[in-house]
């Protein structure tokens, strides 16, 4: 660690020593100890978004030099550092030139102008951004950048949405990660398991047992029940239904979700299979029937999208349907293998044969597959999901195969699960640039979130992922819905993150914020070893003791797990090692 941050002192002298001896190489937009040469211009009248971006702008320059640059909005006798919305530059891009003295940072509308100002202080200035809560900024003599700059940058993904609390209920910081969530999704017919919404169970099931999917020779009516995507009453009812909710929030809404249940009963009736059969995939009936649900909305909505899922059995796409022009499909990652890059999975059902799916549903719907993908294990979430490299080398294939829309899904509601301000770090950057290489990003990340303790976090962590990158012991998959003594993760290497762990406490046992961070990858860990052991020692009651106090501080980090009856479980085993029991 003390290398390191050698390493970076002198690298950082050595930008300074060029910019003095070259300094008509660059234009000094801020120097601490002097007055402010420049101002931040925004046009008159501008809106208070833009107002906002150049108060950010220049509460950041003040944190990072002391220079106070003032907000003007029409002429004065400084040089301008001008922040302007510059439609036409393409959705979400920004550009930085310089003119003369002046220095411009263009967005192709606000939020872009916003997304420039903080991409300006992380890669011109050198600061960062953790958490909502948490920013890196150093204290730097010079703000400046080069006198030739003119740089246009545009983001690999146009829709770059991460379910992350810290993303969603922080607007403030996703702005910071260059995220836009962009959900034109009607909030009731959302983008997954629309089917019994729109043709409930309790209302039609009892009467008109036909209508639900043919499992097993048996009708199933439960909550979570597949529709008979081939009977012509289903048709009508779910057209019907769906019109009435568009009438509703058009044109507000413009998105609507017609998709499977999260189950993976499907209908085998006779003419639901003679399409599957034909199509050499369940989603081909699938799609038959979202096509024609979407050709009656077109009729009224010529502008309305009807989304579908490929997910479970409908992953695989048909043989010869095509989704028509309104039809957005919604393709999840929910049966993939994590622990290294789809391409590069030793499971090729779970892996390339995925991507083979991908690129065909990208051929077949014209690049307009919507990605899906899972960041994290959702029955546990305090248990390790070490797919860090996977993340880097999946947004890359994705963007190769063409796609443009990705969401992340990551643990809202609950926070503080295992490595999910790493991953939330990594995925702002990497949605906006996956081909950027990983190993800046970790050291920057490992440094300035854990300080003192940021190489036993290392270690801990590239321990974690060695066992499937480079060990190659295992012969299970890492899936998202793996179960907590899978042996993908030996219980070996939770035993041995601990002592990692416990050098990091230690390093940073002075800072209470370090010291917080470093304790929530603590306790996923230390939560993994509690419930595979059998009985407690006094390391793992004190460490069960830490867990709760934390679960009775923070409600959110108790949320371990979708089901209660996990969480239950968990709480209770916690209770009695805290105890001794
Ligand atoms: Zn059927």
């Keep these: 660690m003390r290398k ?8 950082m002298a050595g930008m300074l020593c060029t910019s003095a001896f070259g300094e008509d190489q660059y234009l000094v937009l801020a120097r601490r100890g002097e007055a402010a040469t420049h101002a ?220 499977q249940s999260d189950c993976w009963d499907h209908c085998e009736c006779e003419s639901c299979t003679a399409i599957d059969r034909r199509e050499e995939s369940p989603a081909g009936s699938n799609l038959a029937f979202v096509n024609a649900v979407a050709e009656a909305v077109a009729k009224k909505y010529p502008d309305v999208i009807v989304e579908t899922l490929a997910y479970q059995y409908t992953v695989k796409p048909p043989k010869h349907l095509r989704p028509r022009d309104n039809v957005m499909v919604c393709l999840c990652t929910d049966q993939c293998d994590f622990s290294r890059p789809l391409t590069e999975s030793r499971f090729h059902s779970r892996g390339r044969y995925f991507v083979d799916d991908l690129r065909t549903w990208c051929a077949i719907t014209g690049n307009r597959v919507h990605l899906w993908d899972y960041t994290m294990n959702f029955q546990y979430k305090l248990h390790a999901f070490p797919n860090i490299y996977s993340l880097k080398g999946n947004l890359e294939t994705f963007l190769d195969c063409g796609v443009t829309e990705v969401f992340e899904q990551g643990p809202l509601p609950s926070r503080h699960q295992a490595g999910e301000t790493l991953k939330l770090y990594l995925l702002g950057h990497l949605l906006w640039n996956p081909r950027q290489p990983l190993k800046p990003l970790l050291s920057r990340f490992y440094n300035r979130y854990y300080g003192e303790a940021g190489l036993w976090m290392r270690r801990y962590m590239e321990e974690l992922h060695a066992v499937s990158r480079v060990r190659n012991e295992t012969e299970v998959p890492l899936m998202m819905w793996g179960v907590l003594d899978s042996p993908a993760l030996p219980t070996d290497l939770f035993e041995h993150g601990a002592i990692w762990l416990e050098k990091a406490a230690e390093a940073v046992k002075d800072d209470p914020v370090k010291s917080r961070n470093v304790r929530w990858e603590r306790n996923a860990n230390d939560y993994t070893r509690i419930m595979r052991s059998e009985k407690p020692t006094p390391e793992l009651a004190a460490a069960a003791a830490r867990i709760l106090e934390d679960w009775k501080n923070f409600p959110d980090a108790a949320r371990i797990s979708e089901s209660s009856s996990i969480c239950d479980e968990a709480r209770t085993k916690l209770e009695q090692y805290a105890a001794g029991l």
């Excluded at 390191?4 to 690298?11: A, N």
């Excluded at 220079?67 to 003007?72: C, E, F, N, S, T």
């Excluded at 509308?109 to 953790?130: Q, S, T």
């Excluded at 057209?239 to 998105?255: C, Q």
Aim: net charge negative; hydrophobic share 35%; charged share 30%.
């Design 4 to 11: 390191e941050m050698r390493i970076g002192t002198l690298i």
């Design 40 to 259: 931040i211009r925004v046009q008159e009248g501008a809106s208070s978004n833009l107002v906002h971006a150049a108060r950010e702008l220049s509460r950041y320059i003040r944190q990072l030099t002391d220079v106070d640059v003032p907000l003007a909005s029409g002429e004065t006798a400084l040089h301008a550092i001008c922040l302007a919305v510059k439609p036409g530059l393409g959705r979400d891009a920004f550009r930085f030139r310089t003119a003369g003295d002046d220095f411009h940072i263009e967005g192709d509308d606000e939020r872009a102008v916003l997304f420039g100002v903080y991409d300006f202080l992380e890669n011109y200035c050198d600061c960062d951004w953790l958490t909502p809560d948490q920013d890196f900024v150093p204290h730097q003599d010079l703000v400046q950048v080069p006198r030739d700059l003119d740089r246009l940058c545009k983001p690999a993904f146009a829709i770059r949405d991460c379910y992350y609390s810290d993303a969603r209920e922080r607007p403030d910081f996703a702005a910071k990660l260059k995220l836009n969530e962009d959900d034109p999704f009607d909030q009731w017919l959302w983008k997954c398991h629309t089917f019994t919404r729109l043709m409930p169970p309790e209302k039609y099931f009892k009467e008109h047992p036909e209508y639900y999917a043919l499992v097993k020779g048996e009708r199933k009516g439960e909550w979570n029940a597949n529709l008979c995507l081939t009977n012509p009453d289903v048709l009508r009812i779910v057209t019907s239904n769906l019109l009435d909710r568009i009438a509703k929030v058009y044109p507000e809404k413009k998105v609507f979700g017609v998709s």
